[in-house]
């Protein structure tokens, strides 16, 4: 009996000691991601580069690096990812390559995408490169002209100017947009020439907006022969931008009929811009809303344009003398 015992506490002992080793064996997550990348099956191996993703380990960054030459799309566009995620600078020229060799749209779009999120300048000359061709996937271009709004570079201008162009209508559109966030003297002139040639009525208000923003006083003659249009959404952003920009009365009108325009962007829009001109009828018509309005942002615009008028009314009028 007492070798018994002896027994049972030598093996109890050696259980425990073993389960005590076992307990401090940690698995070290990212070699297990590692592990499952190598598998033959590509979900695995995308499991893997989502689980890089949450580990945001810069060791990684090897690992997807191959992944951008795997066999199977989605892993491609997950590695591309990945590595925009970890803002892998060093990666930017196996992804500038993925973006002008590779066949298939998405990984390219995948490609813009994180060529954005790291915002490396060296990515510009390629992504120039593929906007200007006309056989890339459009929304491909898409993509690029977005991104470009990022990087906001002079050396974008020349390329953007180039596509407007193009017969698609949203590609000009997204074209204008990149254009518009850059600080340069052609593309004032250009958004002006834009305004003379454009018929989409989309494209024209954005255009209208667009100078109007940029306070261009020369296109201001241009844009009043827009109150006169026969297309709502262009007469509703030339009175915005004639009230912005020169006070003008004239727009009042046009303002009032929109203060309630079921699109709120248009909305809040005019209801800024009428803080610029509005009479004491507008004023009472704005206090009521404020009243009404339960929209928080709509709401806090309401009050700077009561309070612009309530100023601009109690001014004397001009010649008055006191």
Partial sequence: MKKL??????????????????????????????????????????????????LKDKRAVSYLKKGLKDNNTFVR???????????????????????????????????????????????????????????????????ICEKLRIFRSTTSVPVLISLLEEPDV????????????????????????????????????????????????????????????????????AAIGIAKLSKDTAALPILRKNLKNANVVIKNMVIEAVGFVGDRETLMILKKMFDEETDFYTKEMLKISISRIESSLSKPASGTKQ
């Fill in 77 to 143: 566009q997950r590695s591309i990812d990945a590595l925009g995620s970890l803002r892998s600078t060093e990666s930017v020229k196996d992804i500038v390559e993925i973006l002008l060799k590779d066949k298939d749209p998405a990984v390219q779009q995948s490609a813009v995408g994180a060529l954005g999120v790291i915002g490396s300048p060296d990515a510009l000359s390629a992504m120039h490169q593929v906007l200007k061709t006309t056989t890339t996937a459009v929304f491909v271009r898409y993509a």
């Fill in 5 to 54: 015992g002896i027994l049972f506490l030598i093996v109890s002992f050696f259980l425990i000691e073993t389960f005590a080793q076992q307990k401090n064996k940690t698995v070290d997550p990212f070699d297990e991601a590692v592990k499952s990348f190598n598998s033959s099956d590509p979900y695995t191996r995308i499991s893997a580069i989502d689980n890089f993703i949450l």
């Fill in 170 to 237: 949203k590609l000009r559109r997204s074209v204008t947009m990149s254009l518009n966030s850059i600080d340069h003297p052609e593309v004032i002139l250009t958004l002006r020439k834009l305004l003379d040639s454009e018929k989409d009525e989309d494209f024209v208000s954005e255009i209208i907006m667009y100078l109007t923003n940029r306070q261009d006083l020369t296109s201001l003659p241009k844009i009043k022969t827009y109150l006169n249009s026969n297309q709502e959404k262009i007469q509703t952003y």
